[in-house]
């Protein structure tokens, strides 16, 4: 696994130290002091640094935006899980299931806010989703690694499940048909001591199936002057907006 960027790696030591084999990855030219502080970290646990220029650094890690650092660290990403029967026992807390969203850029940024705005879990189908990997990791400055991930067939399967274990559940789409938020999604988003989802889809939208399985459809304000939002920021005002209604810590 290749952990790439600063934040990235520096969250991964400060929550699991390092690991037995880790190898740190420096480009030649980055002498500042944060750089030195996580040197300073591997030189006492022992960790094999390696120094490269920039040209070299930038085919391991794969993109220039590596900030000059990338962690090697053996076996698998080590995400967080949860299960579907995790979510329907659940006693509260905000989901959030991804459909279609493929960018690993976007991926990486919604984990970022959601892991800010107290989301417990987040749903990524198995087919047509962007690869919880480095480039994932390294958008969301590390938080993939901490928000639980339940990876399922389909986001309309899911809605399915719900609908047949536990259909009081609150199932959010944000979709463009939809009602604006309103202060009146309070009532209708408590209650029923349990969790609530919000479905967000790709620029494309939410699939069809997913929608009718929806139990609430919201929209976002938005300028006649803008199309959409990206679906990172539309992920993040739509999460605000549940958050604020739900009243969900």
């Keep these: 696994m290749l952990v790439i960027g600063f934040h990235a790696v520096s969250d991964l030591i400060e929550k699991t130290g390092f690991a037995a084999g880790d190898k740190l990855i420096i480009a030649r030219q980055a002498h500042d002091g944060r750089m030195q502080k996580i040197l300073a970290k591997a030189e006492r646990a022992s960790v094999q640094v390696i120094r490269k220029d920039y040209g070299a650094l930038n085919s391991i890690a794969g993109t220039k935006n590596h900030q000059g650092i990338?962690?090697?660290?053996?076996?698998?990403?080590?995400?967080?899980?949860?299960?579907?029967?995790?979510?329907?026992?659940a006693v509260g807390g905000i989901y959030l299931a991804l459909d279609g969203v493929q960018d690993p850029q976007n991926l990486g940024a919604i984990c970022r806010t959601a892991l800010g705005l107290g989301v417990h879990g987040i749903f990524l189908p198995q087919k047509d989703s962007a690869p919880a990997?480095?480039?994932?990791?390294?958008?969301?400055?590390?938080?993939?690694?901490?928000i639980p991930l339940c990876f399922t067939g389909s986001i309309a399967s899911l809605m399915q499940y719900i609908d047949d274990k536990r259909p009081e559940i609150p199932r959010v789409a944000l979709d463009k048909t939809g009602e604006l938020f309103a202060e009146r999604d309070a009532a209708d988003l408590n209650g029923t001591n349990g969790p609530v989802l919000l479905v967000v889809g790709s620029e494309h939208g939410i699939s069809r199936l997913a929608l009718e399985r929806a139990t609430h459809r919201r929209r976002l304000r938005i300028s006649e002057r803008l199309e959409s939002y990206n679906v990172s920021v539309a992920t993040a005002l739509a999460l605000y907006e549940i958050t604020r209604a739900a009243k969900i810590e």
Excluded at 72 to 89: A, C, H, P
Excluded at 133 to 145: E, N, Q, V
């Design 70 to 89: 990338v962690l090697e660290r053996e076996g698998e990403t080590d995400l967080k899980t949860f299960t579907k029967q995790d979510f329907v026992e």
């Design 133 to 146: 990997g480095p480039t994932a990791i390294k958008a969301s400055a590390g938080a993939l690694l901490e």
